[in-house]
């Protein structure tokens, strides 16, 4: 007897409402693709919950916009190919401006690139009620008759409900920013963010524009801004400024002050004691001032590159004045913790933060360390640059104090913590941690610089270890330990505990254990250097590693031919899941053309970097070309374009500079190439093409021969 049918209830089934907001949460943009795929009804609601669009189309193409997404309220406009040319350059510009408002009514969030006051005009006019604004542009400011005329033409155009204004990629002159927020009070004053954290500037907002920019924007509930620290300089920032502040805008939950120099991202030297010739002009009862006036703030970043000396009683108060505070980062400032026996100080009150940034502190100390792993109980992220008296014991004890919350590490610039020091350090998170970042310096054999039983087996006992014990930190740091490996700490981080005398277990510095949360990994590496001993210096296993950032740095000019045949990609095959990659040479200097004899030219340096990425399941690619500073060229070379055509999983592939045409068509032999484009996307961007480079024309080639392939998935 056959069996009765049976109705089975589907996930089609349910209620529109529901399944809409099941659709609506999904964030991943090929995850929503494959959605709208399903069946027309899917396709729909897939459409109708759309909030954010960024469209890559070329500019000829705009006319063919679709008009099903009515829901968007965020659209990205800056990525347009031919990437960085004004929508003006369209054949009718007005009637592409009008059609994205038809297709995009919604809007209140638009970004867009701003290459001309013309495009300013046409694209602002469309959209009156857009709420937040980005504006970008990374070729050189046109030639204005007036100081900030450009933003002037942007606030009268967009209406009265701007409230948040993003410059941060937008280059333009400080003198611009000013006049435009003075001339129009309605819009400045309904500011509630505004962003002016430009690495374009070349100095930075100074004493009287800050005042000038605050009082303007009296509602501000964030304001970043670029400014100039210097007291070399005249009108530089200080206590008056910093003063003003607080004072025009109590109401700020994010404030974000850095030194221009600072946003270079540049690595500094790490023999480096940490302090400046000059001195900010900033002091301690002015701070406590700035922190008083601001109860509302929620994340603090003052990057000052100068000397701020004796910070810590301003650092106390900042815990008690601003309780929501939960993100924080200083840069050169002095005394942050020095604890006195085991009494806490300066940032190991703030016992509410949640992450904290701390760069060239010139006195922080192991003991300062443990005392912020004690007091900062709640830290989830933790970046230590530039402190050169730390050490892996310092490290190692804040690590373990924090076991429960700490998930994101950063440790840079620091003498005595090395690639190997620092994962050293980090065992105790080892299975928790998601995201790190360190400098590639390796140990050489001879000479390890921390053995694990130095000094300690003879008896001897160094000043901190005995201050620790005097001071009634031996119950967090128990130096008896170190000694006597049958010993153990109070939260079993002794540091000989499964090590012999040479400190390794069986060769291997962490035996067994797996960097398993492991998903992000940044490294830093020296122009010259391998890659080759990143798995021996304990990263051989991460296997849920997804993402990695490397970034090279450094003269090639300086350097002969390498002695290995490649930079050492190859050996990141050992991490199953890597799938995305940031590979920046950006800041790796040398000769676009003809090299001295006895050195490389950049199309056997990108080889020698290059080398090996055919052999990673890569489907996401930033790549970065090294630079030639004398004729302003980052070009992807010949040797590069057929290394990378080698990476047949690639689906997305940016190169952030500029490339020959004949080279780019390589790379239309990776069979599920999707998404390409160039993206001149550092200061200055070239005005004009070069006659042998990338026009317009090429990337319409380029893209049209791209789409016409069949993608199987």
């Known amino acids: 007897m056959a069996a009765p049918p049976t109705s089975g209830t589907t996930l089609n089934d349910l209620p529109d409402v529901i399944l809409s907001n099941i659709i609506a949460a999904v964030v991943d943009v090929r995850g929503r693709n494959s959605a709208a795929l399903v069946c027309s009804k899917w396709y729909a609601l897939e459409r109708a919950t759309r909030s954010s669009i960024t469209l890559r189309g070329n500019l000829r193409d705009l006319f063919m916009v679709p008009t099903c997404f009515r829901s968007v309220s965020h659209l990205d406009l800056s990525l347009l190919s031919p990437w960085g040319h004004p929508l003006t350059s369209a054949s009718d510009p007005a009637l592409i401006a009008h059609l994205l408002r ?21 694209v602002s006019s469309q959209w009156h009620n857009v709420e937040h604004l980005k504006l970008v542009r990374w070729h050189q400011r046109p030639h204005i008759t007036t100081a900030g005329d450009e933003l002037k033409i942007l606030f009268s155009e967009c209406g009265k409900k701007l409230s948040s204004l993003d410059l941060s990629a937008f280059y333009c002159w400080t003198d611009d920013v000013p006049p435009a927020l003075e001339s129009c009070p309605s819009v400045s004053s309904n500011l509630t963010r505004l962003n002016l954290l430009n690495p374009s500037f070349s100095e930075g907002f100074k004493s009287d524009e800050v005042k000038s920019i605050t009082k303007a924007c009296p509602n501000l509930k964030e304001f970043r801004a670029a400014c100039m620290f210097d007291p070399r300089y005249m009108g530089s920032v200080g206590d008056e400024a910093l003063v003003s502040v607080s004072v025009n805008c109590p109401k ?167 690639a190997e020091q620092s994962l050293k350090a980090l065992e105790p998170i080892q299975d928790r941690i998601e995201s790190l970042h360190i400098d590639c310096i390796w140990d050489d054999g001879s000479e390890s610089g921390f053995d694990l039983n130095d000094s300690f087996d003879q008896g001897e006992v160094s000043n901190d270890e005995k201050h620790f014990k005097s001071s009634g930190y031996n119950d967090y740091y128990d130096a ?64 849920n590693l997804e993402e990695i950032r490397i970034k090279i740095e450094g003269d090639c000019r300086e350097l002969p031919k390498p002695s290995e045949r490649e930079f050492g990609l190859s050996n990141l095959v050992n991490y199953p899941r890597l799938s995305k990659m940031h590979l920046d040479c950006g800041e790796t200097i040398g000769y676009a053309h003809t090299a001295p004899s006895g050195q490389m030219d950049l199309s056997l340096w990108e080889r020698f970097y290059l080398i090996g990425i055919g052999h990673l399941s890569l489907r996401e690619l930033d790549y970065w070309p090294p630079q030639d500073r004398d004729v302003n060229q980052r070009s992807l070379s010949l040797p590069a374009a057929g290394l990378l055509q080698e990476c047949f999983g690639l689906r997305k592939l940016f190169i952030h500079g500029t490339a020959h045409e004949h080279f780019m068509m390589f790379l239309l032999r990776i069979p599920d190439l999707r998404d390409v484009q160039l993206r001149e996307d550092y200061y200055p961007a070239p005005e004009n093409d070069m006659s042998t480079e990338m026009r317009s024309d090429s990337c319409s080639r380029f893209e049209a021969a791209l789409n016409r392939r069949q993608i199987p998935d």
Not at 103 to 121: D, E, G, K, V
Not at 252 to 265: Q, R
Not at 501 to 530: F, H, P
């Open 252 to 418: 700020l939950s994010i404030l974000h002050l850095a030194d221009t120099s600072a946003l270079s991202n540049m690595r500094g030297d790490p023999e480096h004691d940490g302090f400046t010739q000059e001195d900010a002009k900033i002091n301690v009862a002015t701070l406590i001032e700035v922190f008083s006036g601001l109860p509302l703030l929620e994340e603090l970043v003052l990057d000052v590159c100068n000397n701020v000396r004796e910070s810590g009683p301003a650092l106390e108060v900042l815990n008690s004045k601003c309780p929501k505070l939960r993100s924080l980062k200083l840069c050169q400032f002095h005394g942050v913790s020095l604890p006195i026996e085991s009494k806490l100080d300066g940032i190991a009150l703030c016992h509410g933060l949640e992450s904290l940034s701390i760069r060239n502190v010139g006195d922080l100390t192991d003991m300062g360390l443990i005392a912020i792993g004690r007091g900062c109980c709640r830290l989830s992220a933790f970046e230590v640059h530039g402190c050169k008296n730390i050490t892996v014991r310092g490290m190692r004890t804040l690590a373990s104090l924090l076991r429960k919350t700490l998930i994101d590490v950063r440790i840079s610039c620091c003498k005595n913590l090395s």
């Open 102 to 122: 038809l297709a995009f009514p919604s809007l209140t969030s638009l970004t867009f690139y701003a290459r001309n006051p013309s495009t300013i005009q046409l």
């Open 480 to 543: 008896a330990a170190i000694g006597n490996p049958s010993k153990k700490c109070k939260y079993s981080y002794d540091l000989n505990s499964s090590y012999d005398l040479n400190g390794y277990e069986n060769g291997n510095v962490y035996g067994e254990r797996t960097w398993e949360r492991l998903k992000c990994l940044s490294l830093w590496i020296a122009v010259g250097q391998l890659l080759n001993p990143l798995t021996n210096a304990g990263l051989e296993n991460c296997p």
